[in-house]
C-alpha cells in the first residue's frame, strides 16, 4: 500500500530468546482507527511498543509518515501512548501532567498554558487544573491521560486496553469521548484490546492477532460477519463450532447430519444462529436463562452441548425437557481449519 | 485477668524501652559531683558544662560531618543501586543484594578489624577518610533498602511515559522517579544519618590519636573522669534525635519506610 501512514514490514519481535511476534506486515493509513485485538499473549502489546519505540524490533522496519523510525529512540518518535494503568506523574497536578511533554519541549509560557488548558478542556477536565491525578475518578485519569499525549499532537496516538479499567457506563462515555476525539483531530489511532466487543464498537480496521502473527484483518463488519478461521470464528461470538464429514457435522462425542452441502473443514453458528422449537434434531436442555430480549439455552446434544439463543416469544423450555432444533445454512459460516 | 496482664507486659516493656532514657536525663540533671542515680539534688550545670568541653566540641563536629556527608555519599552510591536492581534484571542480582545487606549482618566489631587491617593501615589512610569510607559502607544497605522499597511502588510505566513525552532516560529519572521516591530517600537519609551518629564498634577501631567520633570520645571520657556530663551529653544526644525522627515523621510519615 502506497498511501500508508504507518507501515511495519517484516517486523520481528522478541523478548531475549523468545519471539513475541515473527515477521509482522501492517499497514495503517492516516487517521484510521485500528484494533489490535487478541488474547492475552497473542502479540498485540508487545506490536504497540514497538511502534512507540519501547521495544527494539529484532528485525524489519518500521516506518511512520515517510520515515524509517525503526533505530529512531521513542522519545524522538513523536507517538502517544496512553497506558493501560494511565502512569500519570502522581507528584504533579492535571496541569502539570498535561504541560509536562509541553514544557520539554521548551515552548514559551504562555502558549504551554494556552495548549494545557485547550487539552484539559477537550477531555472534559477544565476546572481540575489543581487536581492532583490521585484526587480523580478513574475516568477523569484516564480522560487526563489522554489529554496529556494529545496535546504533543502525536503522529499516531497508541492506547493499551482504553477501556478495561472503567465500568460499563463510563466505557460507552469515553468510546464516544475517544471517537469524538478521533474525528476532530484527525490523528491516527493503534489500539489494543482483548474485547472484542471494544473492537468492533470502534475500530475502523481490526487487526485479530494469534500467537504473534496477524490472523484475520478486516473491517468490524467482516470480521463479524466472515471471521474465516476457527480462532476467529471463535472470538467473534461463533460458540458452535464442528467438523465437517461430507453430509455429516462431527464432533469429538458424535455426529449428526448436515441439511445441505458444505465444502469446507469446518462450520461455524452463532447461538442466536441455532433455531430453536423447530427443526430436524433434537436435544436435552441442560440451562436454560433469561437475558432480557432472548433466552439462552444450553443443549445436549450428539454432538455434545450447543449453545442456542430462542427469541424470547418462544414459551420457555424447562431443563431436562427436549427440544427440537435446526442449523440452518442460512446462518452457518464456513471456516477453514 | 488477660487485661491486667496486658498492662502488666506493656509496663514492663515501657519500662525497659523508656526507663534507662529517664536515668540519664535525671543523672545528667545532678548537682552532684559524680555519676550517680538517684542524683544528689537538681542543676542543669552539667548540661551546661558539656557545651564547653572542647573535645566533645571536635568530636561532634566529626560524628555531624560522618553522619551527614556517609550519609550523602552512601545516597549518592544506593540509589542508583537499588534503581538498577529493581528496574533490571541483572545477572547474579540476589548476589549483589545480599552483599549489600552484608554490613547490617556482619558484626560491627569484625567489619571494623577488617577495615583497619585490609584498608587504612595497607592503603595509609588518615583516619578521617577511614571513618568516613566506614560510615558510607555501614549506611548504604540502608540506603539501598528503603530506596529499593519506595522504588518497588512505583510503576515502571510512568518512566516510558515520561520518555514518550520526550524525556531522556536520565530526565525520566529526575523529573519523575526522583520527586517520586523523595520521601523514602529523605527517610534513608534520617535512618542513615542515626546509625552513623549512634555507631561505636566500627568506630572504636578506626579512631585515632585526637580524632574520635562522638560516641567513642565520650567513652573515653568516662574511663578518666567519672561526673554527670556524660550522661547530660548522652540525653542531648537522645533528644538530638527524636528531634529528627519527631520532625521526619510529621513532615512526611517516616514510619512509612521503616
Not at chain 1, 464498537?201 to 494469534?210: G, P
Not at chain 1, 502473527?213 to 460477519?225: K, S
Not at chain 2, 525497659?16 to 535525671?26: D, E, S, V
Request: glycine share 8%; aromatic share 8%; charged share 20%.
Amino acid at each position: 500500500m502506497s498511501d500508508a501512514f504507518v507501515s511495519l514490514s517484516d517486523l520481528t519481535l522478541s523478548y531475549g530468546q523468545t519471539v513475541a511476534v515473527p515477521d509482522l506486515d501492517l499497514d495503517i493509513a492516516e487517521g484510521e482507527l485500528i484494533a489490535l485485538l487478541g488474547p492475552s499473549g497473542c502479540g498485540k502489546t508487545t506490536t504497540m511498543r514497538a511502534i512507540a519505540g519501547l521495544l527494539t524490533p529484532t528485525s524489519g522496519k518500521i516506518v511512520i509518515d515517510g520515515r524509517d523510525v525503526t533505530r529512531t529512540p521513542a522519545n524522538q518518535r513523536g507517538i502517544g501512548l496512553v497506558f493501560q494503568s494511565y502512569a500519570l506523574f502522581p507528584h504533579l497536578s492535571a496541569f502539570e501532567n498535561v504541560a509536562f511533554g509541553l514544557r520539554l519541549k521548551k515552548l514559551p509560557e504562555r502558549e504551554i498554558r494556552a495548549k494545557t488548558e485547550a487539552g484539559l478542556d477537550t477531555v472534559g477536565l477544565a476546572g481540575f487544573e489543581k487536581r492532583k491525578p490521585a484526587e480523580l475518578s478513574g475516568g477523569q485519569q484516564q480522560r487526563l491521560a489522554l489529554a496529556r499525549s494529545l496535546v504533543m499532537e502525536p503522529k499516531v496516538l497508541l492506547l493499551d486496553e482504553p477501556l478495561s479499567n472503567l465500568d460499563a457506563r463510563l466505557r460507552l462515555e469515553m468510546r464516544t469521548e475517544l471517537q469524538r476525539v478521533q474525528k476532530d483531530t484527525g490523528v491516527t489511532m493503534v489500539f489494543v484490546t482483548h474485547d472484542q466487543s471494544e473492537a468492533l464498537a470502534l475500530a475502523d480496521r481490526i487487526v485479530l492477532m494469534k500467537d504473534g502473527r496477524i490472523e484475520q484483518l478486516g473491517t468490524p463488519d467482516e470480521l463479524y460477519a466472515r471471521p474465516a478461521t476457527v480462532f476467529a470464528a471463535d472470538f467473534m461470538g461463533f460458540e458452535n463450532i464442528f467438523s465437517v464429514n461430507g453430509m455429516e457435522l462431527v464432533s469429538e462425542t458424535g455426529r449428526l447430519p448436515l441439511g445441505f452441502e458444505a465444502d469446507c473443514p469446518k462450520i461455524a453458528w452463532r447461538p442466536a444462529g441455532v433455531t430453536v422449537g423447530e427443526g430436524p434434531h433434537s436435544g436435552k436442555v441442560v440451562a436454560s436463562s433469561f437475558a432480557g430480549d432472548h433466552r439462552e439455552y444450553v443443549l445436549e446434544t450428539p454432538l455434545g452441548q450447543i449453545k442456542a439463543d430462542a427469541p424470547i416469544e418462544i414459551a420457555e423450555v424447562p431443563a431436562g425437557a427436549v427440544v427440537s432444533f435446526d442449523l440452518p445454512q442460512s446462518t452457518s459460516r464456513a471456516l477453514a481449519a | 485477668m488477660a487485661r491486667t496482664t496486658n498492662w502488666v507486659v506493656l509496663g514492663l516493656t515501657l519500662t525497659f524501652l523508656i526507663g534507662p532514657f529517664i536515668i540519664i536525663i535525671f543523672a545528667g540533671a545532678s548537682a552532684g559531683e559524680s555519676l550517680a542515680f538517684p542524683p544528689a539534688g537538681l542543676s542543669l550545670k552539667w548540661y551546661a558544662k558539656v557545651f564547653t568541653v572542647e573535645s566533645f566540641r571536635q568530636s561532634f563536629m566529626l560524628s555531624m560531618f560522618l553522619a551527614v556527608f556517609g550519609t550523602l555519599a552512601a545516597l549518592l552510591i544506593g540509589v542508583p543501586a537499588a534503581y538498577a536492581l529493581n528496574r533490571y534484571k541483572l545477572p547474579g542480582d540476589e548476589t549483589i543484594r545480599t552483599i549489600v545487606a552484608a554490613p547490617i549482618i556482619v558484626p560491627g566489631i569484625i567489619v571494623g578489624l577488617a577495615l583497619l587491617r585490609y584498608l587504612v593501615v595497607p592503603l595509609d589512610f588518615t583516619v578521617t577518610m577511614a571513618l568516613f569510607f566506614a560510615h558510607t559502607a555501614l549506611v548504604l544497605p540502608y540506603a539501598v533498602r528503603v530506596v529499593s522499597s519506595s522504588l518497588h511502588n512505583l510503576r515502571a510505566d510512568m518512566e516510558e511515559a515520561a520518555v514518550l513525552l520526550g524525556c531522556s532516560r536520565l530526565q525520566a529519572f529526575t523529573k519523575v522517579v526522583l520527586p517520586n521516591i523523595r520521601g523514602g530517600v529523605l527517610a534513608a537519609f534520617i535512618l542513615g544519618f542515626v546509625t552513623s551518629f549512634n555507631q561505636v564498634p566500627v568506630s572504636l577501631f578506626l579512631s585515632g590519636p585526637g580524632v574520635r567520633t562522638l560516641p567513642i570520645d565520650m567513652l573515653a571520657y568516662m574511663e578518666i573522669t567519672y561526673d554527670p556530663s556524660v550522661a547530660a551529653l548522652s540525653a542531648l544526644l537522645a533528644f538530638m534525635s527524636l528531634a529528627i525522627v519527631f520532625a521526619a515523621e510529621r513532615l512526611l510519615g517516616f514510619s512509612r519506610y521503616v
